[in-house]
């Protein structure tokens, strides 16, 4: 499954320095409640001119007429025919079927259910995949992103370890979440993974999110500073660097706050599902003042009731832009075990590690390559 998977990556890496005319074209989507943006992808780029319409989420059939529209559009520019539809858009949503519906507070008129995918599949005759914009930014990252850059980088260190997992985390207006393992989008039975609504480390009744997303940098700021005026977290960056006036304890203590409550979750995340955590989303511009909290917090310990005290994290937790944790997570602790009854050698690293990344390829960009990649690797 190794090797199909590094395949997969090098013949995408190949494909996408070509510029080969030939190569699958896929429609894209970037859906928001307010504006649908059209687009459409070849060798992982775009191909074409961005369409903007209104989406009129309020009205269920002006919506879904856009959405015909706008695809049209878009394949009227084309020379050749695309060869699917693949796009993200907001959940509850049985995704695997392309039906979303249930309470979307950005499309109201979705409320009672909607066979997008099916709708869009027939008119258009071609394949419609529809995912979670964070399942979509994992899988972008896992197949072009951060989980190849951190094994070359890993092979380049003289490591012969290398990774197939990735845990994709968006820090935004929500706080989303993807997983990817050996190469696959792991979808869930009920298109349901999520750590959104995982207990806040301070505030064990609210969800984490609260404590992440960009609405929880703004009330710590207000609450530690006193001050009303509702910034936004570019504001409270600006005041942590010095660059605006303000409380600047408060707003590096709300980016802070903000690590440790993602980093307890995440610890979570990663104990159970074991792979490469990168981080996107539009808080990441203040990775200096969150990143040292939630690593402290994922090397954290706890405790057992026999008294004993243990890593929360089973593995050892790195930071990966951080260069000397990088020499430190690829270096290990390889040795040679004998094999018993055999004068034979094997090499065994007993150090389990992981480590954190902030995606250098960039949220939009990840998600967009995921949406690409994903309907090629599947139809």
Do not use: W
């Amino acid at each position: 499954m190794f090797a199909l998977y590094i395949k997969i990556i090098i013949v995408t890496f190949v494909d996408m320095e070509s510029n080969n005319t030939t190569q699958p074209i896929v429609i894209t989507l970037d859906a928001g409640g307010t504006n649908f943006v059209f687009n459409a992808m070849q060798g992982g780029k775009a191909c074409t001119e961005s369409i903007t319409m209104p989406s009129m989420a309020h009205d269920l059939d002006l919506c879904l007429g856009t959405l015909i529209k706008g695809f049209e559009e878009i394949i009227s520019k084309l020379d050749a025919k695309p060869q699917a539809i693949s796009f993200a858009f907001p959940g509850p949503a049985d995704y695997r079927n392309g039906i979303i519906g249930g309470y979307l507070p950005n499309f109201p008129s979705f409320r009672d259910g909607v066979a997008l995918g099916p709708m869009l599949e027939e008119h258009f005759g071609i394949p419609v995949f529809i995912n979670n914009d964070a399942d979509l930014f994992a899988y972008g990252e896992a197949v072009g992103g951060a989980l190849p850059r951190i094994n070359n980088k890993l092979a380049e260190a003289g490591s012969t370890k290398r990774y197939r997992n990735l845990l994709g985390f968006t820090f935004g207006t929500g706080f989303g979440f993807g997983f990817v393992m050996d190469g696959v989008l792991n979808r869930g039975d009920n298109s349901c993974v999520e750590t959104f609504c995982l207990k806040h480390r301070d505030y064990p009744g609210y969800i984490v999110e609260d404590g992440v997303a960009i609405r929880a940098v703004k009330r710590v700021y207000k609450e530690l500073s006193g001050d009303d005026s509702n910034l936004e977290p570019r504001d409270i960056c600006a005041i942590a660097d010095g660059t605006m006036s303000g409380n600047m304890e408060a707003a590096k203590e709300a980016f802070a706050t903000l690590g440790r409550v993602a980093g307890d979750a995440m610890a979570t995340a990663v104990t159970l599902m074991d792979g490469i955590i990168v981080i996107g989303g539009g808080l990441t511009g203040a990775k200096r003042y969150f990143m040292p909290a939630l690593i402290e917090e994922m090397r954290s310990k706890i405790k057992t009731m026999s008294g004993d005290t243990i890593n929360r994290v089973q593995m050892e937790v790195y930071n990966l832009d951080d260069e000397h944790d990088f020499q430190e997570f690829a270096k290990g602790k390889s040795t040679k075990i004998k094999v018993y009854g055999s004068t034979k050698e094997v090499v065994y690293d007993p150090v389990k590690r992981v480590g954190v990344t902030i995606s250098d390829i960039g949220a939009s960009n990840a998600v967009s390559l995921g949406a690409y990649l994903y309907a090629i690797n599947n139809i």
